[in-house]
Every structure is written in C-alpha cells, then in structure tokens.
C-alpha cells in the first residue's frame, strides 16, 4: 500500500452473500481517478490460516478454508482479484437518452450495434461508449446532411471499440499472471508460516515440560524441608516459602541462629547441626548411685 487516500465508514451490512460499506475518501487525486471511472475497483488485503480440510458448502465442493482471518486494508486498484463485483459506487446513474440527445427508442438500436461491434458482451469503460454512440449517428436526431459518412464513422467506431477490447484483453491476461504468481507467493508464505508455527508451538511444549519439572523438583525439594525442619520449629504451613532454602533459613532464626549469606547445602547442614545439637540436649545424665563405687573407710559411716 503507497499511501492512504480514506477510510471505511460504520455502515457495514452483510447481504445476499455480499458486503456492503460506506467510504470516505479525502484525498483529491484520488477522488479524480474514481470520478473519472479510471480506477474503482477495491482490493481488500487480509491474512489468514489456511485450513486445508476439504468439504462442500452449498452443494459446492472446496479445498480448504480460511480460518482467522485479520484484516490489514482496503486497496484501490484498476482491476481487483474478484472482478466487477467489488466497486466504488453511488445511486447517480447516466441517462444517456437526454445526455446524447438521442431519438426516442434509439437506445435498443445502439445496443444492438455495440454488441456487433464487440462482438460479445465485453466491459467496457463509460468514455468508450460516449465515443461509441457518438459516432452511431443513425439514431440520433439530427438532419441528414449530417448523416453523411455516418457508416465510416461507425466503422471507426467499431475498430476503436475492437482496439480497446484488444488492450484491455491485454491488461487482464498480465494481470491474470501477476494473480498468478501472487498466489503461488502466498501458497508458499502460507506454508512457510505452519512451519514456522508448528516449530514455535514444538518450542514451547518443551519449555512448559521443562518449567513443570523445575517446579516439581522445587516443590519436593520444599516438602522435604518442611519435615525436615519439623524437630526444631514443629509443623509450620508453607505459605510464603517458595523454595527450600526459605524454610531453612525460617527454621534457623527461629532458633536463634545466624545464617545471613548462607544458602543451599550450608543451610540445610546448619539445619541437621542443629537438630544434633537438640538432641544431645535431651540425653540424660548418668545417675550416681552407692553400686557404682567400692566401699571404702571413708564413706562407710555414711550409710
């Protein structure tokens, strides 16, 4: 996209398998192609996920589907990718009866005469066709002095009209390969794009196994201090701790003990320090008793 020249309006309706839309355009050169009927055809830019499932919608069969479809923008082109459907267009309408000055009932004759001309039912651009019936003299209301030359003039007519068709043949078969390579462009941007997707979402399945193992190990490994701090401190819940260096240290102030910069194997050898500690505390003393000692003259007279 060069450059924006509008934007879409609010007033967007779905209808008969069509969308229709409001526009607004701001910029002049712009507005000056439109009017001059050189370039109103609309392009809609868009990107998708292509789900290659075949099926059939309506009694019609299909290869795939789009799926998540973002759009991006609204481009004016000479010739869209869906044809003739997708147009700039407004309620005024020609009546090149009363602009041409033509003869009533004359617009069936020209019809007829174009149509020969062309010979089939081709698009034609609206300039063309004034210069058209402007040379079919025959059916306009004019004096027959000026009907001389009038088979030449439609003769001209006639291989202008041919000429034009030639071109505009011309312009479609270029566009039709440029579609073309277009589309095999995207068919493989698409398939680079799953790739792409399937080896992200490969990475990132792994990262969350990898995660969930980390945090299993650091759940574990926060149990087991729980209980292994239970002989000093008693049960505590685990709320607030996230690791096991956490409940160590916990366990550790509470009884007093300074392990500021200690963290890992050093807590948890403090911790066992201090539970030996504790139990050494609770051994009993040994007991003194008269059995445990020969009598002697000394102590005799005691008993």
Not at 19 to 31: C, F, K, P
Not at 134 to 163: F, I, N, R, T, W
């Amino acid at each position: 996209m060069e450059y924006t020249i509008g934007t879409t309006g609010s007033d967007i309706a779905f209808e008969g398998g069509r969308l229709y839309g409001d526009l607004s355009v701001w910029d002049g050169n712009a507005i000056a192609i439109i009017e001059a009927k050189k370039m109103e055809e609309l392009s809609a830019g868009y990107a998708y996920t292509a789900d290659m499932t075949s099926g059939e919608f309506n009694g019609e069969h299909y290869d795939g589907v789009m799926r998540n479809i973002h759009g991006n923008h609204i481009a004016l082109v000479y010739r869209g990718r869906i044809g003739r459907d997708a147009i700039i267009s407004d309620h005024q309408t020609v009546d090149l009866e009363t602009e041409m000055k033509l003869k009533k009932g004359a617009l069936p004759v020209l019809a007829a005469q174009i149509k020969k001309a062309l010979g089939m039912d081709a698009d034609i651009p609206e300039n063309q066709l004034r210069d058209i019936l402007s040379a079919v003299k025959l059916g306009m209301d004019v004096s027959p002095e000026e009907l001389d030359g009038a088979k030449d003039e439609e003769q001209k007519a006639a291989e202008a009209a041919k000429a034009a068709q030639d071109e505009e043949e011309a312009k479609k078969k270029a566009t039709d390969e440029e579609e073309a390579e277009k589309k095999a462009k995207d068919e493989e941007e698409a398939k680079k794009q799953a790739a792409d997707n399937e080896e992200n979402k490969k990475a990132m399945d792994s990262a969350l196994a990898a995660t969930k193992d980390a945090t299993i190990k650091q759940m574990t490994a926060m149990f087991g201090a729980l209980r292994e701090v239970e002989p000093l401190v008693g049960v505590i819940a685990m709320d607030g701790f996230t690791s096991a260096d956490d409940v160590y240290a916990y366990a550790l102030k509470q009884k007093g003990i300074a392990c500021d910069g200690v963290n890992g194997a050093g807590l948890a050898h403090m911790v066992r320090m201090a539970k030996d500690n504790a139990n050494a505390a609770k051994q009993p003393k040994l007991a003194m008793d008269a059995d445990a000692f020969a009598e002697d003259a000394h102590t005799a007279r005691f008993k």
